[in-house]
């Protein structure tokens, strides 16, 4: 993952100051800070969920700007994300909670069955 004066902003507000970063693989990175510091900002540009208002982003080798929406998907399903509040259906079993996590690379009839 790399990050090439990658910068977000909000209106007039700033959440990322132009950030350059490169993780190469196999690498653990710890991101810590204060409340605001843009942490938050910076995983949601990692996982593709969020671009950037300036720079770049690449993710497992691909420029995330270039991709278009079927090759975005199918980055966005290479990449595991945990969040703070985790989003977990209540009423499902922790297996269907799972299951659901995957269907981005499950075809249609699979899904279904």
Do not use: C, F
């Amino acid at each position: 993952m790399a990050l090439a004066g990658a910068a977000v902003r909000y209106g007039a507000i700033q959440a990322l100051a132009p950030t350059t970063l490169t993780i190469g693989a196999g690498e653990r990175v710890a991101v810590v800070g204060p409340s605001g510091a843009g942490k938050s900002t910076l995983l949601r540009l990692a996982a593709t969920t969020l671009a950037p208002s300036a720079g770049a982003v690449e993710v497992l080798g691909h420029d995330v700007a270039a991709l278009g929406a079927r090759a975005l998907r199918a980055l966005r399903a290479r990449i595991g994300a945990v969040h703070q509040q985790l989003w977990l259906v209540p009423r499902a079993t922790v297996m269907q909670n799972v299951v659901a996590g995957r269907l981005g690379r499950t075809s249609l009839p699979r899904a279904l069955a």
